[in-house]
T-cell receptor
Framework: DAGVTQSPTHLIKTRGQQVTLRCSPK?????VSWYQQALGQGPQFIFQ???????QRGNFPDRFSGHQFPNYSSELNVNALLLGDSALYLC??????????????FGDGTRLSIL | DAKTTQPNSMESNEEEPVHLPCNHS???????IHWYRQLPSQGPEYVIH???SNVNNRMASLAIAEDRKSSTLILHRATLRDAAVYYC????????????FGSGTKLNVKP
């Protein structure tokens, strides 16, 4: 049973460019959340997708956008890249229930470097 | 989001128990306490969670204070593979999976 998979594993971009990161959730999961993790810090919540809609959003600018597909996979798009966007981007999946007992399953992330 | 406070780092000897503390004085009655850990070059991994009672699983034990303002993750016999950053997270009921991660505790295990 495959867990959460993310692609690519590493990516190098320059300032001003745009990037798309991809995530396939764990089998049976329908909810995808994205996090940004700067070096030496804990992950910061970006947003969450369920039923192809953004359901919650953290304190991130509109340059960060996403999409969820009918097969529950998801993309994170970042426009007008800044040096400060260099980070590990993590995807987490879970099932949408009202029960907070459900653990999230994380992928190993995409390391994005901005030059 | 309710906040948690953890020591920045701790050190343990291999095969000895480790107690990782977490303070969450602003916890609400419906917040679950979750622990995740992040090994080097990997995404966070679920460890354990609880609401009011102490909990045990194959990975660890979770001891929750009676007033729920603090909790302790217990690794009964630390191994080198337990060296990781451990995050204590408060998860509100019906919060649709939005996690607030603090800075966590970096655990170093000495052979």
């Amino acid at each position: 049973d495959a867990g959460v998979t993310q692609s690519p594993t590493h990516l190098i971009k320059t300032r001003g460019q745009q990037v798309t990161l991809r995530c396939s959730p764990k089998s049976g999961h329908d909810t995808v959340s994205w996090y940004q993790q700067a070096l030496g810090q804990g992950p910061q919540f970006i947003f969450q997708y369920y039923e192809e809609e953004e359901r919650q959003r953290g304190n991130f600018p509109d340059r960060f956008s996403g999409h969820q597909f009918p097969n529950y996979s998801s993309e994170l798009n970042v426009n007008a890249l800044l040096l400060g966007d260099s980070a590990l981007y993590l995807c987490a999946s879970s099932t949408m229930t009202g029960n907070s007992n459900q653990p999230q399953h994380f992928g190993d992330g995409t390391r994005l470097s901005i030059l | 989001d309710a906040k948690t406070t953890q020591p920045n780092s701790m050190e343990s000897n291999e095969e000895e128990p480790v107690h990782l503390p977490c303070n969450h004085s602003t916890i609400s009655g419906t917040d679950y306490i979750h622990w995740y850990r992040q090994l080097p070059s990997q995404g966070p991994e679920y460890v354990i969670h609880g609401l009011t009672s102490n909990v045990n699983n194959r990975m660890a034990s979770l001891a929750i204070a009676e007033d729920r303002k603090s909790s302790t993750l217990i690794l009964h016999r630390a191994t080198l593979r337990d060296a990781a950053v451990y995050y204590c997270i408060l998860r509100a009921l019906y919060n649709f999976n939005k996690f607030y991660f603090g800075s966590g505790t970096k655990l170093n295990v000495k052979p």
